[in-house]
């Protein structure tokens, strides 16, 4: 049963599927809402976790997600982020395209909520109801092209230019994230990023 906050939450949905130009009609919207579950995390709290078998994609709702590959030494490394106006269908790639054990592991940056969906419920979807197949493969493509953009700008320029970068288009990433995050996200130390905020 869908509860008002629910819809509250499927709400947002809506709008963002539809943005590719797909008509969602009563039948489609209510299989979306059957074949998928809400989630509430707390700050902190694990998405996914390292080396898990995860093949399940999330719509962020409300809140911020970091994805770290976890290195040889036990560190953890950030190199990904999702948020609730950006990027905001989240997934451990290698586990949910490649049934792989993960070798990420995605973390709450805030209290968050989320709408999930199992990959064989939106494989069914996706054969089922062109329209949503049409949205699923233009998000993922989309997405993908951003994010090549967005790391390919990062390897071609310089730290300061980077965050001058993000800042200028994709806010989020400085409004939200921690000093840390956004220090391993552009390979510098948190020092080094301290100074190059004083400098933008």
């Known amino acids: ?24 009609d009563d039948e489609l919207w209510q299989e979306i809402k059957l074949n998928s579950a809400l989630v509430v995390l707390k700050k902190g709290e694990l998405l996914i976790k390292y080396e898990s078998l995860h093949r399940y994609s999330y719509f962020i709702v409300s809140g911020v997600f970091a994805t770290s590959i976890i290195l040889e030494n036990g560190d953890k490394k950030a190199v990904w982020f999702h948020f609730d106006d950006l990027f905001r269908m989240v997934v451990a790639p290698d586990s949910y395209f490649m049934n792989e054990p993960t070798k990420y592991e995605i973390k709450a940056e805030e209290d968050s909520l989320l709408i999930r969906f199992s990959k064989k419920e939106i494989d069914l979807l996706s054969d089922k109801y062109k329209p949503f197949s049409n949205f699923y493969y233009h998000d993922v493509i989309t997405s993908f092209i ?39 996200f552009l390979g510098i130390s948190p020092e080094w990023y301290s100074k190059l905020k004083r400098k933008m």
């Not at 049963?1 to 969602?24: G, V």
């Not at 390897?155 to 400085?174: A, D, E, I």
């Open 146 to 184: 951003e994010m090549n953009e967005i790391r390919a700008y990062m390897l071609s320029h310089s730290p300061l230019q980077s965050l001058n970068y993000l800042n200028g288009k994709y806010p989020s990433f400085v409004r939200r994230l921690s000093s840390k995050n956004m220090a391993h």
């Open 1 to 24: 049963m869908i509860t008002s906050d629910s819809e509250t939450a499927y709400s947002q949905l809506k709008p963002y599927i539809s943005r590719f130009n797909t008509f969602i």
